[in-house]
């Protein structure tokens, strides 16, 4: 065991930004007595995600414009309690106390509660709806679903290190102690590993940029901010980009190690790049890292990143008794479509990309996984002192 241990970062609560995206971050700068060197290699800057993470997808069932806000008011004013709640301590003698369960409730919304699928303006809020919100559009690698019958008015994202504590925040969200318009549609539990590596055993988000002040932090990448064409509601608001991917491990793990590295174009060991790696290779076709490239926008790769804050599932074995396990995927960016989307159709499913005739995503071109489901959402800033996340939207 270490002789100094660092007490692991809290959510933001305080901050323009809502927790539960780029917070719990690391602090750039080491405690006292701890190795610079060492802290800043391992943690300084990285997101340091809750151990459990629920994702709530619901609509709202009312039709007023005051209802709206009415509801709204109340999850903010749930969420910011939940958060900000001393933890239980144990009744036992001898158990550990417990400071913070870390939790984190983190609100955003669906295209759908600024127009319905049927082009319905119901809460007279379609003019300002951010700027790039809408349905996602299908790529290859998904699976048999509609993307505009997935999309729900609200997501909510519960992260604590308890399961219990989120299982608590569900069940009053699901049976209506929150506000009864909120009608909840699906559910999605994930984990986390204090290794952040996915179900094949390399390592998902490594290439993340870290929270702090510089020029080239995540919260730069994220955020929303004035320069930004977007309604000034949206200024420290983000984009959710949610996919549910389905690793198909049967396959995968008959490879050998080789093999398995070579589909994603990592050494699963030091999570460094294969100087070899195939133009088709997982980590080739969706960060290039071309060094002094400039595409025909005049953006060079590296503008074109997002934070990864991936969660993983196992939902147990499907009728075939295949294994249902895999990625909950959930990037945040400040552009969708320059930061997200371009990746995912310019890079990604482009058959010829980063060469002619490439083909697409190894990962998945070799079966190795499917997406589930899928969406688009923007979470709001936090605006502390306001009555509700989104305040400036009703107003």
């Not at 559009?137 to 998904?142: A, E, K, L, S, T």
């Amino acid at each position: 065991m270490p002789d100094t241990a660092c007490p692991r970062p809290l959510p933001a609560r305080d901050g323009p930004y809502q927790p539960g995206i780029t917070s719990p971050a690391w602090p750039s700068e080491p405690p006292r007595g701890v190795d610079p060197n060492a802290y800043g290699a391992q943690y300084a800057g990285q997101i340091d995600r809750q151990r459990h993470c629920h994702i709530v997808f619901a609509d709202v069932a009312l039709s007023t414009r005051a209802e709206l806000r009415g509801l709204l008011e109340k999850l903010t004013r749930f969420a910011r309690h939940q958060m900000d709640k001393k933890p239980i301590q144990p009744d036992r003698s001898f158990d550990a106390a417990v400071t913070d369960r870390r939790v984190s409730v983190t609100i955003g919304f669906g295209a759908s509660l600024f127009t319905t699928p049927q082009g319905d303006d119901r809460f007279g809020i379609a003019a300002l709806k951010p700027r790039h919100l809408k349905i996602i559009p299908r790529v290859d690698g998904d699976e048999d679903f509609d993307p505009s019958l997935e999309v729900t008015d609200l997501v909510i994202i519960i992260a604590s290190d308890d399961m219990y504590v989120n299982e608590y925040i569900f069940g009053r969200l699901y049976y209506g102690g929150v506000h009864p318009g909120i009608v909840v549609r699906r559910l999605e539990r994930g984990y986390s590993r204090p290794d952040s590596r996915e179900p094949s055993g390399f390592e998902d988000g490594i290439s993340n940029p870290k929270a702090g002040a510089s020029a080239e932090s995540a919260e730069s990448f994220v955020y929303v901010g004035k320069q930004d064409d977007e309604p000034s509601w949206c200024l420290d608001g983000t984009y959710l980009a949610y996919r549910k991917i389905r690793r198909r491990l049967r396959s995968f793990f008959k490879l050998d190690d080789d093999r398995r590295a070579a589909v994603f174009g990592i050494d699963a060991a030091t999570g460094e790049r294969l100087p070899d790696a195939a133009p088709h290779a997982h980590a080739q076709k969706i960060n290039p890292k071309r060094a002094n490239h400039r595409d025909l926008f005049g953006q060079v790769d590296v503008e074109r990143r997002f934070i990864r804050r991936p969660y993983f599932f196992d939902d147990g074995v499907d009728g075939t008794s295949d294994e249902m396990r895999g990625v909950h995927h959930m990037s945040f960016v400040r552009g969708l479509i320059d930061q997200y989307e371009w990746p995912m159709l310019m890079w990604q499913t482009n058959p010829d990309f980063p060469t002619k005739g490439a083909g697409g995503d190894a990962l998945y071109a070799s079966g190795g996984a499917s997406n589930m489901t899928a969406g688009y959402y923007f979470m709001p800033g936090a605006a502390p002192a306001a009555p509700y996340v989104g305040s400036g939207l009703l107003d």
